[in-house]
């Protein structure tokens, strides 16, 4: 069985290393300073239309359901209209 402070010991390290991770990557960078700035920009831009993307297909899945379930209780309500009449 693990004990707490090996557990405790564990979590630290690897928060630890987690946090430190974009720091060594910065340090490692050989590229001058002007050239990352650019990059970046353009790259957060592909995300919200990737979001939206996104979220447009999942309302399309909902409307498309909502459709579905709209049909399903037509027909379901003139079959009792039907039987009612017989």
Same mark, same amino acid.
């Not at 390290?13 to 590229?31: N, R, Y």
């Not at 995300?47 to 498309?64: F, G, T, W």
């Given at each position: 069985?693990? #004990?707490?402070?090996?557990?405790?010991?564990?979590?630290?390290?690897?928060?630890?290393?987690?946090?430190?991770?974009?720091? #060594?990557?910065?340090?490692? $960078?050989?590229?001058?300073? #002007?050239?990352?700035?650019?990059?970046?920009?353009?790259?957060?831009?592909? @995300?919200? $239309?990737?979001?939206?993307?996104?979220?447009?297909?999942? @309302?399309?899945?909902? $409307?498309?359901?909502?459709?579905?379930?709209?049909?399903?209780?037509?027909?379901?309500?003139?079959?009792?209209?039907?039987?009612?009449?017989?």
């Amino acid at each position: 069985m693990i #004990s707490r402070f090996v557990r405790l010991s564990l979590a630290t390290l690897v928060s630890a290393t987690i946090g430190l991770s974009p720091i #060594s990557v910065m340090a490692a $960078d050989p590229a001058p300073a #002007s050239a990352p700035v650019a990059a970046p920009a353009a790259a957060p831009a592909a @995300q919200p $239309d990737k979001a939206a993307e996104k979220k447009a297909q999942k @309302q399309a899945k909902k $409307d498309k359901k909502a459709m579905k379930k709209a049909e399903k209780k037509a027909k379901k309500k003139a079959k009792k209209a039907e039987a009612a009449q017989q």
